[in-house]
């Protein structure tokens, strides 16, 4: 039976991911900072959940992720960049992450093909960024990015079959997203189903990319 790992299943897309996974038949582990104690700005809490995880996985989801702090909104200018909610932005996002990524080649499978799928959001591309604005959230992503990125390097050289890909999952239907009506958003079931029928079609060839909910590749 093939194994699966989401992180921040108590969230809307990660609880999402869980239950279409275990109706799909996998042994799925999930794990939080509610149900778990994983909380991503604590290192001692990373290591001591992400320890006592044992034997391998062929599908690894990382969904957590915060806007802006709790009572706070995204930055709209210069002026409203504070350096405490950024850096709580940052540990969430895209240190939080790295932790994950960095205990992963133990729990990866060496024989076969594993997936791992980190959520971060196109507002973190670069390239694409034709707004401004939204500063701490945007540049946590885009550290995400590389950060995965990084990571599919290094895991493609002690695993040859792992995938490692950052991906966005348009926009969904959570309280993440409920002060933002304007947008057309999708159910978490649904950009669970989208994000995860993307990862099954991945190659290794394709490790370290950045792929939207339709399976194409985003502008770093």
């Known amino acids: 039976m093939e194994r699966a790992l989401v992180i921040g299943a108590s969230g809307g897309i990660g609880a999402a991911m869980v239950d279409l996974l275990r109706a799909q038949g996998r042994e799925v582990v999930g794990l939080s900072r509610s149900a778990n104690g994983l909380d991503l700005t604590d290192p001692g809490a990373v290591a001591r959940v992400m320890g006592g995880l044992q034997g391998s996985f062929d599908l690894v989801f990382l969904a957590s992720g915060v806007l802006a702090p709790q009572g706070a909104h995204p930055e709209k200018s210069l002026s409203a960049i504070n350096a405490a909610a950024m850096a709580e932005v940052f540990a969430v996002n895209a240190i939080g ?3 994950i990524l960095a205990d992963l080649p133990r729990l ?3 024989d076969r093909r594993s997936v791992v799928g980190v959520l971060t959001a196109r507002v973190g591309s670069i390239g694409d960024n034709q707004l401004g604005g939204w500063y701490a959230y945007r540049a946590s992503k885009a550290a995400a990015n590389q950060i995965t990125r990084t ?40 950009a669970a189903t989208n994000l995860l029928a993307v990862m099954e079609g991945l190659t290794p060839a394709q490790s370290g990319g950045f792929f939207d909910y339709s399976g194409a590749e985003l502008p770093w």
Not at 158 to 163: D, G, L, N, V, Y
Not at 170 to 178: D, E, L
């Open 108 to 110: 990866l499978p060496q």
């Open 151 to 190: 990571a599919a390097v290094e895991l493609g050289r002690i695993r040859k079959e792992a995938i490692a890909v950052a991906l966005h999952p348009g926009t969904v239907a959570t309280p993440f997203t409920a002060d933002y009506p304007g947008h057309r958003k999708v159910s978490p079931k649904t």
């Open 97 to 99: 992450p790295a932790l």
